[in-house]
């Protein structure tokens, strides 16, 4: 049996719910990334992506810069308040997508699943 369910990947990690007595844990979110893991509430997930979104607008000014893409001086905020990430401008394209495409399934099995359902 498998210890967890597969919410969504891409080329930088992935996110999934742990299995727990032959039930899915659905109050957190495991995410994985760069050899790091945060286990997200929905809440979190969703400041996260807010986290990643200010990022970018701190940014911006390096829109110009030949280096944007691949230098680590970008710092990133997590839910985690003693926890900020140095990335890329790749990789922080990389982790929004991840957030936002686990949010999106999220909210998409929520609706097929529940107030979808006839």
Not at 9 to 36: C, I, P, S
Not at 51 to 61: F, L, T
Not at 80 to 107: P, Y
Request: proline share 1%; glycine share 6%.
């Amino acid at each position: 049996m498998q210890e967890i369910k597969q919410i969504y990947h891409n080329n930088l990690g992935t996110a999934f719910y742990w299995r727990k007595d032959n039930g899915l844990v659905l109050d957190k979110v495991q995410l994985v990334f760069r050899e790091m893991g945060f286990y997200f509430t929905q809440q979190e997930l969703h400041l996260f992506k807010r986290y990643i979104e200010d990022s970018y607008i701190q940014n911006k000014s390096c829109d110009d810069c030949e280096l944007k893409n691949k230098c680590h001086k970008f710092l990133l905020k997590t839910p985690c308040s003693q926890i900020d990430l140095a990335v890329s401008m790749e990789e922080l394209d990389a982790v929004k997508d991840l957030v936002e495409g686990t949010l999106f399934k999220i909210n998409l099995d929520n609706y097929l699943y529940g107030e979808g359902m006839n």
